[in-house]
């Protein structure tokens, strides 16, 4: 028993010295007195995209009692006002920080949209994290759609990854117009020049399926015979049947 009170006794104490250490930092950092009279918000992808800007974050920070302008730097929490911006559906990464005048600043990067998928029930985004995200109306957005019987979780994983090498793909990006999975285990890709669908079934091993197709093509070219079929079926290992 005594040894436990022991060691309460120096956690306590512990903890006192840190937290002493703590005020002599602020203390010296920043006079007792500094108030917070500007709010520096820069969102470093902004000639990228505009999801998100300083006015609606600065409402949200409002809304939550976190707004740091006129207040004292001894009440800002930098911590929270960061953990309040990175809950922001349109946020991927935020910093939060106390200059020594007693400026707040925020840095922060947007989420990439990679995948758009339109279902029966609903409508919405899948990042380059592979995350859920929602769509905005002042989104102008010019990546590939999934549409038919998609749920999220395939969304998420293999469509998001065929998603990401179809993005990659000089010889395919252009040429894909959207993704029709009319099964879990039956994936199509339609062509923007006719419409035109190759059938890849299972989405497991699409590179080696869009690999035999752009084969046929450049022996098709090589013939001076153009494709002109309304469906390339890569369902079968090791052929390609058009119809």
């Known amino acids: 028993m005594a040894k436990a009170r022991t060691i309460i006794s120096v956690c306590v104490a512990a903890l006192v010295a840190v937290y002493l250490v703590a005020v002599v930092i602020v203390s ?7 108030v917070c ?13 505009q999801y998100v800007t300083p006015e609606e974050l600065q409402e949200q ?45 925020i840095e922060l990067t947007q989420r990439v949209p990679l995948l758009r998928v339109v279902t029966a029930a609903e409508a919405y985004l899948i990042d380059t994290d592979r995350l859920r995200m929602p769509i905005r109306p ?66 497991a091993g699409y590179k080696q399926k869009m690999h035999k197709l752009r084969t046929l093509e450049k022996n098709l070219r090589e ?3 153009p494709p002109h079929y309304r469906e390339y079926d890569l369902r079968f290992e090791g052929q390609v049947v058009t119809r």
């Not at 010296?28 to 500094?34: A, G």
């Not at 009279?37 to 995209?49: A, G, M, N, V």
């Not at 879990?184 to 890709?189: G, S």
Request: hydrophobic share 40%.
């Open 61 to 105: 920070l409002r809304r939550q009692g976190l707004f740091p302008i006129g207040q004292s730097v001894t009440d800002i929490s930098t911590q929270r006002i960061e953990w309040s911006v990175r809950k922001n559906d349109m946020v991927r990464n935020a910093e939060c920080y106390l200059l020594p005048q007693g400026d707040v600043c």
């Open 138 to 203: 002042n989104m102008d957005l010019d990546i590939l759609t999934a549409n038919g019987n998609v749920g999220q979780r395939m969304a998420e994983n293999e469509l998001a990854e065929l998603a990401t090498w179809l993005q990659q793909e000089d010889y395919w990006r252009p040429r894909i117009a959207r993704i029709y999975v009319r099964a879990p285990h039956d994936v199509a890709l339609v062509l923007k020049e006719d419409g035109a669908l190759i059938l890849l079934g299972e989405v």
């Open 37 to 49: 009279h500007h709010l520096r918000i820069t969102i470093r992808d902004w000639d990228e995209r």
């Open 28 to 34: 010296s950092t920043y006079p007792i007195d500094t």
């Open 223 to 225: 013939l001076n015979e």
